[in-house]
């Protein structure tokens, strides 16, 4: 997928509020998971088969949702100048996340970094 051409950037700003909104989503969601694998264990230790197999699958879909959910609003960034829909790009020279504003030439940094060792 070949990369946005970034022409005629004005300013270049740490995004206001995505990187808390993003990490609290990331914590509600462990949050949800621990508590669905200590119910799983709960139950299935005390012989509620039924109740240990539905939350597995409960598991299975909130981790997926999840993962779906935070990748979808990572790309669909809201301008916080303009509120227009922003393209994110990944800026591989300083290993983040950048949103570019085409309406407002600004590039906001997300605060979300990555890492291509996997």
Not at 4 to 15: D, F, G, K, M, Q
Not at 40 to 49: D, K, L, Y
Not at 52 to 79: N, R, W
Not at 81 to 87: E, I, N, Q, T, V
Request: hydrophobic residues 50%; positive net charge.
């Amino acid at each position: 997928m070949p990369q946005p051409e970034i022409v005629n950037i004005i300013t270049s700003a740490p995004h206001p509020y995505f990187k808390k909104w993003f990490r609290r989503s990331c914590f509600l969601a462990l949050f949800v998971i621990a508590t669905l694998i200590v119910l799983f264990a709960h139950f299935a230790n005390n012989g509620f088969r039924v109740i240990a197999i539905v939350l597995t699958i409960s598991l299975g879909i909130s981790i997926l949702f999840t993962a779906c959910y935070l990748l979808y609003k990572l790309h669909h960034i809201d301008c916080p100048s303009c509120h227009a829909l922003m393209k994110t790009i990944k800026n591989k020279k300083m290993s983040k996340y950048e949103a570019v504003c085409d309406q407002c030439k600004i590039v906001w940094d997300v605060g979300i970094d990555f890492s291509d060792d996997f």
